[in-house]
């Protein structure tokens, strides 16, 4: 699944890049700003992005990052153990990738997890390993895939006379003349 993918290597050297996905998240601070922070964990726990605590009440802040497709855990605390909204304030969170809202809320106590799911956004192609045109990049298979040939039928003058040749290199264009 890695965007470099090398079908030649043979050992893992730790370069390897995975699709991401931007992700917004909004916060919009209650009176008590200092109180709030957040994380983002991924599947083994690790910190993948973090915000907080906030200096001004009332003001949405916002952060972007590219994080890798997974599922990931939303982590948002209040220190006092109110939550952001009701009592003291109307403050409330989101994320967000592109147009698509993944998680909302604002009200709960000292913390609240909550789990969503990142996507890879479709690249069409070929994504057939044995093709010519396989694209390592493709992630939904668009039928433009063109398969290796070792033989064409060869009819230079177009009299319907001729034979079949053996390619040296099946993915070379055809030369003129030559057919499948």
Known sequence: GALNYNADA???DGSCTYPCVDVTVTVLTDNYPSE??????DASGAT????GPYATSGT???ETACLEVGCLNLNFF???GDGICCAYGNGSYSVSAGETTLVTGGEFTSSITQNFCLEAPSSPGCTLFDACNYDPNATVDNGSCVFPYS???LDEDG???GGIITLADACDPLPAGMVL
């Open 48 to 51: 993948v992005m973090s915000g």
């Open 36 to 41: 709030t922070t957040w994380t983002i964990t």
């Open 10 to 12: 043979t050992i893992n």
């Open 151 to 153: 033989e064409v039928y």
């Open 78 to 80: 209040d220190s006092f």
């Open 159 to 161: 009299d319907g006379i």
């Open 60 to 62: 949405t802040y916002t």
